[in-house]
């Protein structure tokens, strides 16, 4: 069983910074790519930013975040800096993994999701 867990959302005033992470664990035979999405009330979700053999941002975060990952640790981080109220939603974690039980096959998994606030 793969699990993503999220951490460091929170509330944060606009111009600010704030840092989240996530950690994939369990039988992990490889991760391909992982990324940040991100889903506002009413919105569909959207891609923030994804790393893999590319790095690729949206438009509107390019410049203020930076996508990062530690392999040792199976662990992507999303540093967001000028943070705006519009950058308000619930960011998830994701991730192309290849279990160990099925390393051949490349499986997307999703995070349960932490909250960021922006207020203006």
């Known amino acids: 069983q793969v699990q993503l867990v999220e951490s460091g959302g929170g509330l944060v005033q606009a111009g600010g910074s704030l840092r989240v992470s996530c950690v994939a664990s369990?039988?992990?035979?490889?991760?391909?790519?992982m990324g940040w999405y991100r889903q506002a009330p009413g919105k569909p979700r959207e891609l923030v930013a994804r790393?893999?053999?590319?790095?690729n941002y949206a438009d509107s975060v390019k410049g203020r975040f930076t996508i990062s990952r530690d392999n040792a640790k199976n662990t992507v981080y999303l540093q967001m800096n000028s943070l705006k109220p519009e950058d308000t939603a619930v960011y998830y974690c994701n991730a192309d993994i290849s279990p160990y039980m099925d390393r051949f096959r490349n499986y997307n998994y999703w995070g349960q999701g932490t909250q960021v606030t922006v207020s203006s």
């Open positions: 369990g039988s992990i035979f490889s991760i391909n790519a």
């Open positions: 790393i893999g053999g590319n790095t």
